[in-house]
T-cell receptor, first 113, second 113 residues
Framework: AQSVTQLGSHVSVSEGALVLLRCNYS??????LFWYVQYPNQGLQLLLK??????LVKGINGFEAEFKKSETSFHLTKPSAHMSDAAEYFC???????????FGTGTRLLVSP | SQTIHQWPATLVQPVGSPLSLECTVE??????LYWYRQAAGRGLQLLFY??????ISSEVPQNLSASRPQDRQFILSSKKLLLSDSGFYLC????????????FGNGTRLTVT
């Protein structure tokens, strides 16, 4: 079964610093991968998705993620953190053949002034 | 444009009471519909999904059930709530193949006392 692992339940950065949130996937076939963001007491909002068209995927709010097959990774990055980026971030994989997302346990991003 | 509505936003229910959470989607037809539960520190767990009216698939055995009486309506129910049913419940819709994202409602915070 396909799955994703998010390393680090909490990541703390200073405003203006690089953001790196890690996601590794487990899949025997090329997966479809997604990053979502969740603000407190809200639903999930799609940041970006990888669907094999390009390994570097740009999303909303200045985020991007790079698909690395050799490392089975899909890490999320942003060059400069903003206070408004503080939220919980979820990586997800979709099994081929049917639309059904399997989520990681999430990483809470804390941004300090 | 498509929108998804979930209600209520918050709910406090005693153990043993019934539950009914409703989700509706507007602006699309024949969507795939999903119920996820988010427990503290445990990510999102898929509870049920539906590909059409009256078609419900359960992902995990539990105290809950789901129904889809209309094309764009998805209901999560329980006859008798348990303390362990507390959590944040998210409804989502999607369309297309596994490379398409899901779109989430704003969630219902359920506290069973």
């Amino acid at each position: 079964a396909q799955s994703v692992t998010q390393l680090g339940s909490h990541v703390s950065v200073s405003e203006g610093a690089l953001v790196l949130l890690r996601c590794n996937y487990s899949s025997s076939v090329p997966p479809y991968l997604f990053w979502y963001v969740q603000y407190p007491n809200q639903g999930l909002q799609l940041l970006l998705k990888y669907t094999s068209a390009a390994t570097l995927v740009k999303g909303i709010n200045g985020f991007e993620a790079e698909f690395k097959k050799s490392e089975t990774s899909f890490h999320l990055t942003k060059p400069s953190a903003h206070m408004s980026d503080a939220a919980e971030y979820f990586c997800a994989v979709s099994p081929t053949g049917f639309q059904k997302l399997v989520f990681g346990t999430g990483t809470r991003l804390l941004v300090s002034p | 444009s498509q929108t998804i509505h979930q209600w209520p936003a918050t709910l406090v229910q005693p153990v043993g009471s019934p539950l009914s959470l409703e989700c509706t989607v507007e602006g699309t037809s024949n969507p795939n519909l999903y119920w996820y539960r988010q427990a503290a520190g445990r990510g999102l767990q898929l509870l049920f999904y539906s590909v059409g009216i009256g078609q419900i698939s359960s992902e995990v055995p539990q105290n809950l059930s789901a129904s889809r009486p209309q094309d764009r309506q998805f209901i999560l129910s329980s006859k008798k709530l348990l303390l362990s049913d507390s959590g944040f419940y998210l409804c989502a819709w999607g369309q297309g193949d596994s490379n398409s994202p899901l779109h989430f409602g704003n969630g219902t915070r359920l506290t069973v006392t």
